[in-house]
Antibody, heavy 118, light 107 residues
Framework: EVQLVQSGAEVKKPGESLKISCKDSGYSFTSYWIGWVRQMPGKGLESMGIIYPGDSDTRYSPSFQGQVTISADKSISTAYLQWSSLKASDTAMYYC???????????WGQGTMVTVSS | DIQMTQSPSSLSASVGDRVTITCRASPDISNYLAWYQQKPGKVPKLLIYAASSLQSGVPPRFSGSGSGTDFTLTISSLQPEDVATYYCQKYNSVPLTFGGGTKVEIK
């Protein structure tokens, strides 16, 4: 069964760095795009960007360009989302999801809650 | 950037009612439109892709239609388990923008 397993919840202080992960199990990690989606508390879904682990081609949504870094390590079938300096406004649930041009975001991770508070 | 305008933002309907949610894209996105269901506290779930294709395992009371700029998600007979927020999303190119969501409740 195809599955995306995300790293656990994080509590951080403003200004700290963070890298969360999304590990694929069960399908060919290098054959599909992986996307990251933000959901702030009580709000809707926002697409942050996508990465093709096969060649690390990365596309950012304009709102998130320069704010986060999306990367992948195909040797361990894992995608990452990282921040160099967190802000309170980064507090949100973050989902990774498999993206295909045929089926959009068809498989989702369980989500990683990031809380940034002093 | 392409905007995705979803309406209504919320609705309340009775069990068994036919429910319709609309999504408007500007400009044209052909049929690169998906619909997702997110139940409270849960992970979003893909319902419809390519505007009208039903994802495997999704009940047939859900259907999608439209092409170009105007799209519709229909629940033919609303069930209690359909209480959720529904999102459209365009995926022809980055940014893969979501609509604002429609919260569906039972009257």
């Amino acid at each position: 069964e195809v599955q995306l397993v995300q790293s656990g919840a994080e509590v951080k202080k403003p200004g700290e760095s963070l890298k969360i992960s999304c590990k694929d199990s069960g399908y060919s990690f290098t054959s599909y795009w992986i996307g990251w989606v933000r959901q702030m508390p009580g709000k809707g879904l926002e697409s942050m960007g996508i990465i093709y682990p096969g060649d690390s081609d990365t596309r950012y949504s304009p709102s998130f360009q320069g704010q986060v870094t999306i990367s992948a390590d195909k040797s361990i079938s894992t995608a990452y989302l990282q921040w160099s300096s967190l802000k309170a406004s980064d507090t949100a649930m973050y989902y990774c999801a498999r993206f295909t041009s045929e089926g959009a975001f068809d498989i989702w991770g369980q989500g990683t809650m990031v809380t940034v508070s002093s | 950037d392409i905007q995705m305008t979803q309406s209504p933002s919320s609705l309340s309907a009775s069990v068994g009612d036919r429910v319709t949610i609309t999504c408007r894209a500007s400009p044209d996105i052909s049929n690169y439109l998906a619909w997702y269901q997110q139940k409270p506290g849960k992970v979003p779930k893909l319902l419809i892709y390519a505007a009208s294709s039903l994802q495997s395992g999704v009940p047939p009371r859900f259907s999608g239609s439209g092409s170009g700029t105007d799209f519709t998600l229909t629940i033919s007979s609303l069930q209690p388990e359909d209480v959720a927020t529904y999102y459209c999303q365009k995926y022809n190119s980055v940014p893969l923008t979501f609509g604002g969501g429609t919260k569906v409740e039972i009257k």
